[in-house]
């Protein structure tokens, strides 16, 4: 986590002591533009992609409690969304709105209106698909916007790459830029991290995540209906398509794979992975047409040779699990106990975790709120902060994976990074009235990952 607390003056401070705001264009030779909001100052944000944690990432945005922040501006693809969150967040956070019809904004470029609306130094909200992440993050660049965008960032090798570039012009613009990698935020897991850290498991040689439950958000899909394009049916059911959301795998399983990867301090060099599709046809009889795996099972192993497993099912009626374990020379860890990172994290003695652990959190602190708290706060006194590189390498770790799981074969992670095959060429010109980047084929199914038979390409 980029959350550097050293002394460095605040911009504030910095242009007090140096005589003013015109002289001070230079830090260090660096041009730095001169964005930043004092503790006193009003915050505006915009938000891009006005759906579930669209909403709720707005709510943490306005509940911040180190200075004014208001929500000025709401754009969305599709007029029914934006008004439902509107509604919502009028409802829970009113006060701190100022959004008039006039600045809420329908269609594939209302993110730049949005973002017109606001001033350097202010906050845009990317809460759309992934797909759009690098598309809007360019934007939010050349705006001079700080940003706080969901994961994940990236869900294929030539959007990870933009994304890695981009990081680096948001950190030479000196914007501040979160990550909705929330578990880096769960004080419980910084504590687990920091006893792990100092040898309270010894020497890490396993971890393992799981997710497994019913189908739940967009996993499956049936065919389209006839009065809905190919472009808004996908965009809306974005966890179904690969290109929208690099799947229920990158959507899903992203957090348990950041946050293991971060108790090691280290990404996975390579992967080999399992998965399979039971059930292809709803109980109607009518075959699904998403491209998800209902299983994976990936073993991922790290440059020392320790391996960290995950395994991810969406399926009616199997056990469910979802919880996240790091097994050390000296004992075993419970990450999350429950979900993404729900609490409280626990040490246990032996391999077991039974009985009373040797140390369990006590931190309640919704990890939702302290991503926003902690982003605003470098915003406020102009902190260094970035979370983009690492965002971008949990979801390439993710995609490695997936692809090794869609291939049938071992994928590394320098293998991904390079990948050439973009799954939504062109995605910054499309508009809703183009074809979908993935379009069906003679039996109106799109196509699916081929384990072995298509050991390049996932579709
Ligand atoms: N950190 C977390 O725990 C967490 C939880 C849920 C979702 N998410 C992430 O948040 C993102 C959104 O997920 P969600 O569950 O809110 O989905 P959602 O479908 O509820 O919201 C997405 C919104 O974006 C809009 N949209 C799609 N394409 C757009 C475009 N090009 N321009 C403008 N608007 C567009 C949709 O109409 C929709 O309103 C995903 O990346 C998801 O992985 C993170």
């Known amino acids: 986590m980029n959350t550097d607390k050293t002394s460095t003056p605040s911009r504030r401070e910095f242009l007090q002591a140096t005589g003013g705001l015109a002289a001070a264009t230079m830090l260090s030779g660096i041009p730095i533009p001169l964005v930043h909001p004092g503790g006193d100052e009003m915050i505006q944000v915009a938000l891009v992609g006005c759906g ?8 943490n945005a306005l509940s911040t409690k180190s200075g004014p922040i208001k929500l000025v501006a709401m754009a969305d693809a599709f007029e029914d969304r934006l008004k439902a969150t509107f509604d919502n967040l009028t409802q829970a956070v009113g006060k701190n709105m100022d959004v008039p019809d006039d600045r809420k904004f329908l269609g594939f470029d209302a993110y730049k209106h949005a973002m017109d609306a606001l001033k350097p130094g202010d906050v845009v909200i990317l809460t759309t698909p992934p797909a759009f992440r690098w598309v809007h993050f360019t934007y939010a660049i050349s705006k001079k916007l700080n940003v706080f965008m969901e994961k994940p960032v990236s869900v294929d090798g030539p959007g990870s790459r933009r994304m890695l570039k981009l990081a680096e012009e948001a950190t030479a613009a000196n914007l501040k830029v979160g990550v909705g990698l929330m578990s880096r935020h769960s004080k419980a897991m910084i504590e687990l991290h920091d006893r792990i850290q100092h040898g309270e498991l010894g020497e890490i040689i396993l971890m393992r995540g799981y997710r497994m439950h019913e189908p739940a958000g967009f996993f499956q899909s049936l065919p389209k209906p006839d009065n809905i394009s190919h472009m808004e049916y996908q965009i809306r059911r974005f966890h179904s398509f690969l290109w929208a959301s690099g799947g229920c795998f990158n959507d899903f399983y992203i957090h348990h794979v950041d946050h293991l990867c971060w108790m090691k301090n280290a990404w996975p060099v390579s992967a080999q992975a399992l998965g399979g599709r039971h059930y292809r046809q709803s109980p109607e009889g009518v075959t699904y047409v998403d491209q998800n795996l209902d299983t994976y099972s990936v073993e991922y192993t790290f440059s020392d040779g320790t391996k960290m497993y995950f395994d991810g099912r969406c ?6 699990i979802y919880s996240s374990y790091v097994q050390g020379s000296k004992g075993i860890a419970i990450a999350a106990r429950a979900n993404d990172c729900g609490g409280p994290s626990a040490i246990y003695k032996g391999h077991n975790t039974v009985g009373t652990p040797k140390w369990q959190s006590t931190d309640n602190s919704n990890p939702y709120q302290n991503e926003w708290d902690s982003l605003i706060e470098a915003i406020r006194h102009n902190k260094p902060y970035n979370e983009v590189k690492r965002g971008v390498e949990a979801s390439l770790v993710s995609s490695m994976g997936r692809m090794a799981a869609h291939t049938g074969q071992e994928i590394t992670f320098d293998q991904m990074l390079n990948c050439e095959h973009e799954f939504a060429p062109g995605l910054d010109t499309l508009t ?28």
């Open 315 to 320: 399926m009616v009626g199997a056990k469910g």
């Open 432 to 459: 809703l009235q183009s074809d979908a980047p993935l379009m069906p084929g003679a039996n109106g199914r799109y196509p699916v990952p081929m384990p072995g038979l298509n050991p390049n390409r996932e579709f």
């Open 52 to 59: 579930g944690r669209g909403g709720g990432a707005a709510v």
